[in-house]
């Protein structure tokens, strides 16, 4: 193991006490044991590859980050990669995919997003339409426009807003939140996650998904 996976997430006092380390197979939560969840975990955590199934079995939705690429071979899974990693938008293409017959998902966050950003970005994003020949006005527009539906304040709580957003959509589908060290590529669990689950209840009675649709 060399020096830089040693260094993970886990050292940034901003993430320290909000992840769980995955540093034995059996941190695994039991439901996510020999699923294509736990087949990511493995890949990333104990080198372990992944096999090809020949037809999909889950679905990975992250960031457009470029310092990580979720470890999966092909004939495996269907990834989404949008700004922030969240699904709103997005949400036909993951029809689609269950469509095909996939029942697990992984939604996969990071540390140091620049979608944390966005107000730093904004004027080199409105510049660069302005050179591409946008009108200048029409290029602040859609950046003011875009800026407010991709940014995220915090890593971790944008993971969570959006774990309980999509389980109130997709209500037979498993869910698994993780988050990615950019410095190690290990993957953690939220600690929010892990206190949802030791509650054990499922907080969807009463919701009709449909209504949720139009969530912002
Ligand atoms: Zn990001």
């Not at 539906?149 to 709580?157: G, P």
């Not at 669990?189 to 892990?194: A, F, G, N």
Request: a neutral charge.
């Amino acid at each position: 193991m060399d020096d830089k996976k040693n260094l993970g997430v886990t050292q940034n006092v901003s993430f320290s006490t909000r992840l769980a380390r995955i540093a034995h197979p059996d941190d695994v939560p039991e439901k996510w044991r020999n699923t294509p969840i736990g087949a990511l975990i493995g890949a990333h955590n104990f080198e372990e590859p992944i096999k090809a199934k020949g037809s999909p079995q889950l679905l990975v939705a992250t960031c457009i980050e470029y310092r990580f690429q979720p470890i999966l071979p092909p004939m495996y899974s269907y990834i989404i990669r949008r700004a922030s990693g969240r699904l709103i938008g997005s949400e036909f293409s993951l029809v689609y995919v269950l469509s095909k017959g996939v029942r697990h998902v992984v939604l996969l966050g990071h540390d140091d997003c620049g979608m944390t950003q966005v107000s730093q970005h904004a004027p080199a994003m409105t510049n660069v339409l302005i050179e591409q020949g946008w009108d200048e006005d029409r290029a602040k527009e859609y950046i003011a426009m875009n800026a407010g539906r991709y940014a995220i304040q915090d890593e971790v709580d944008s993971l969570k807003q959006e774990f309980f957003r999509l389980k109130k959509l997709f209500l037979k589908v498993e869910i698994a939140p993780l988050f990615i060290s950019i410095s190690s590529h290990r993957l953690y669990i939220p600690r929010w996650y892990i206190d949802y689950m030791n509650k054990g209840e499922d907080d969807n009675a009463g919701v009709n998904p449909q209504d949720l649709l139009l969530l912002p």
